[in-house]
């Protein structure tokens, strides 16, 4: 069973930032397209940032968020600055089933999850 652990979440005030990780003990990415999702509270999960042959963000976070990876310790993060209160949710890490680096913004498209770390900006 393949495990993703997200960690770095926490509470914030606006304007300020927090480094989110995700570890997967075991596992190559290298091959591997791998993303950020986060989901609010009554809202669907949704597609935040993703690193392949490409890096994709959504539009709500150009700009202030980067995502980059570290092959060699099997590493994701996601830098978040000038956070707002609209970005508090869940963020999940997630990897594509397929040895694929192509990147996909739809929860449908990445078969590993791991259980997500909360971010709570305040205003």
């Known amino acids: 069973q393949v495990q993703l652990v997200e960690s770095g979440g926490g509470l914030v005030q606006a304007g300020g930032s927090l480094r989110l990780s995700c570890a997967a003990p075991?596992?190559?990415?290298?091959?591997?397209?791998m993303g950020w999702f986060r989901q609010a509270p009554g809202k669907e999960r949704e597609f935040v940032a993703g690193i392949g042959d490409a890096i994709i963000y959504a539009d709500s976070v150009k700009g202030r968020f980067t995502i980059s990876r570290d092959n060699a310790k099997n590493m994701i993060y996601l830098q978040m600055n000038s956070l707002k209160p609209e970005d508090s949710a869940v963020y999940y890490c997630a990897r594509r089933a397929a040895s694929t680096r192509v990147v996909v913004d739809v929860p449908i498209g990445y078969q590993y999850w791991g259980q997500g770390t909360q971010v709570t900006v305040s205003s």
């Open positions: 075991g596992l190559t990415f290298r091959s591997y397209a």
